[in-house]
Each structure stands twice: as C-alpha cells, then as structure tokens.
C-alpha cells in the first residue's frame, strides 16, 4: 500500500443481499464519486478484504497474517444488517477485531429502525447507521469519515521520515500505546484516532 | 412540439395521481433523481429487478404457505425481503401490505398470511401496471424529442 494522496478516489466495498439495494448504493456512491465495489454477503466481504473468515487474531498486535495483505485498498465498508449467514453486525466484528481492518470506517444500514440495534452496532464500532432507503443525504455522511482515515495515514507517512527528531517522546507514546492496545482493541473505536498507530511501536522494538 | 407539452401534461397528471393515490411514496424521486445522462436506464433497470424479484418472492411465497407444515418464521423471511425491495423502488402500498403481513407471520396466523398474500400480490400488479405505464409515456416523451419532467 503506497502513499495515498488527497486526491485520489475513495474505495467503498457496498455489502447487502438485496439486487435492488446493491444497485441503489452503487449509484448513490458513484454519483458522489466513489470508486465502488458491491458482493453480496458479508463472507465475500470478508474475501475481498483479505480476511479469511476462519482466521483467529492472535492476541500479539506484532505478528500479521501474511493472507490479510490487501491487494485494492478500501477506504469504507458499508453494509446491510440483514443478512442470511452473517449479519452485518457479524461483519462489522470481524472487521473490528482484526488488526489489518480495525481502521476501516464501517456503516450499517437497515430498514428497521430499533434502537437497541442500533446502539449495539454504534458500540461495536459502526461509524453511522443509515436507515433504508438510503438516500444521498445520507451518502454525504460519509465524507468526514473517509477524510479522517486518509488524513490519519498522511500523518503517519509524515511521521514515517520525521522519526529521528523526537525519540523520548515517541518512546513514551509507545509505551502507553503498548498498554492501551488491547484495550484499543476490544473498545472498537480507538480513542486517539487521529494520532498514528503502531509507529512508536516499531521504534521501540529496534 | 404540440405533441411533447400534452405527453408531458400527461405524465405529471399521472404520476401525480400516482402520489396521491399512494401508489409510489418520494423513494421513487429519489430514483429519478440519480438517474442521468451517464445512467440513462437506471430507473428502468432498477423497477426491472424489481418485477422479476417480486414475481419470484411471491411463487415462493405461495409455496411456503401451501406447505403441510407452514414455516411461519421462513414466510415472515420472504415478506420481510419483499417489504425492503418495494420500499427501495417507492412502490408505498405493497410496502404497506407487506408491514401489515409481517404481524400476521408473527402471530402465525394462516387465515391471515393467505388474505395478505392475496394482497400484497394484487397490489404488486396494481403498481407494476402503473409503472409500466409511467415508463412508457417517458419513452413517448424521449422519443418526442422532449424531456420528463422532474416532480418533486
């Protein structure tokens, strides 16, 4: 994965069961420029990301299945709730709890508006939750979420070259990242969102 | 150009009525709306899926509830999916038959799930007549030389 400039496309992978709904998200995202890519369950999701659905997550952050290397890089996943075999919830989980997938933005959509769904999936991790029909107001939401992932892998890039000038302290971020970083984990939505992940680490492991 | 102005009369009394009759709800403009030069069949395209899957939904719907032992939970599957497709194209009434099903699933209620099938089936061919009207007069229109008006 190179460096991604500002101005390249943002890569939605759309996931709902439906025919119609897929071909109403397609157009909704390309129409607000998206590079879109639709399947129609959350185990092609799953495919498409590079994930084997089967795969454990160590508990050691370090080691990455070699498997989860992404050939097309997706900036969103948006997905529908239900589904037969894996839920979107299901998805957003599995999504979540991997360490190469964590930061992907996930969105859910449902046609059925329950509250309790809903707070489960916005504590899981979910950034929105659109209710169906989705609309194009609702593909507006999207853009601050994109923007935040592409702005957080600008900072790391920058920070990447910048790495000689400040050791002690990127020594401490490591070391509270260290700490933190299960919790990270299991909370879903990591606190320091725009801080870059995983570079105070490396540091600290030479 | 005489003939244009009274197709396009024509289509905004019809599609209006449409609305009024509670036929097809907003979600239909929606449609409209994202429907361009670019993609110049996508409503076309989009209430084509959702005949053909309609007409499947309701064989397998008829099916499911012929059966010795009717799953109640498998039907209220069925509806629940029709329900989400005729509420993507704005097709409001079958939507509203297909809520109105869905309780009757839920209470297992066979009386009431053949009563409801035989009306989300009557309104589903209430409003595919009506769409394929409404289609055709775009075409009419097209062809004309004139544009569709957009109602909003």
Known sequence: MGMTTADSQFHVLAVDDSLIDRKLIERLLKTSSYQVTTVDSGSKALEFLGLNENDRNTPNETSVSPEIHQEVEVNLVITDYCMPGMTGYDLLKKIKESSSLKNIPVVIMSSENIPSRISRCMEEGAEEFFLKPVRLSDVNKLKPHLMRTKCCKNIQNQENQENNQSPEIQLQTAQSNNNNKRKAVDEGISPDRTRPRYNGFTLVSN | ?152
């Open chain 2, 1 to 152: 150009m005489e003939i244009v102005g009274q197709l396009q009369k024509q289509y905004v009394d019809f599609i209006n009525s449409l609305f009024r009759e509670g036929y097809l709800d907003d979600q239909y403009v929606q449609l409209q709306k994202l429907q361009d030069d670019s993609n110049p069949e996508f409503v076309v395209e989009v209430v084509s899926i959702f005949f053909e899957d309609s007409e499947k939904l309701l064989n397998d719907l008829a099916s499911s509830i012929q059966q010795q032992v009717v799953d109640f939970k498998k039907v209220d599957g069925y509806v629940h999916q029709f329900k989400g497709s005729s509420s993507s194209v704005g097709a409001q009434r079958v939507k509203n038959a297909c809520v109105a099903f869905r309780n009757f699933c839920e209470e297992k209620n066979l009386d009431g799930c053949s009563r409801f099938l035989n009306l989300v089936k009557q309104e589903f061919y209430l409003v595919k007549n009506k769409l394929e009207t409404l289609l055709r007069l775009e075409q009419q229109i097209l062809q004309a030389g004139g544009t569709v008006p957009l109602i909003e």
